[in-house]
């Protein structure tokens, strides 16, 4: 079981800072999926930037999401 997402902000250069519920912390750069799927509507940074928290994970106003699974593994963590 991984843990839920509490907070997602919006960096520059499609990066996100992500919280989760354990208190780790961390960023996802999502640069290298954005040309793939759904995925490829928030290359435009304005619609990056409306990144939020639903459930346990992250989505987009365009419908896009992640699976919380997804997330955590791939966030870089704060040391």
Excluded: C, H
């Excluded at 992500?18 to 619609?47: A, C, W, Y």
Aim: cysteine-free; proline content about 4%; charged content about 25%.
């Amino acid at each position: 079981m991984y843990p839920a997402v509490i907070n997602v902000n919006a960096l520059n250069d499609y990066l996100l800072r992500v919280e989760f519920e354990n208190g780790q912390q961390g960023v996802l750069d999502m640069s290298p999926f954005l040309t793939f799927g759904v995925f490829k509507q928030i290359r435009n940074k304005e619609q990056f930037k409306q990144v939020k928290v639903s459930f346990d994970t992250i989505e987009w106003s365009s419908g896009a999401d992640l699976d919380p699974e997804f997330v955590y593994e791939k966030v870089v963590f704060d040391i």
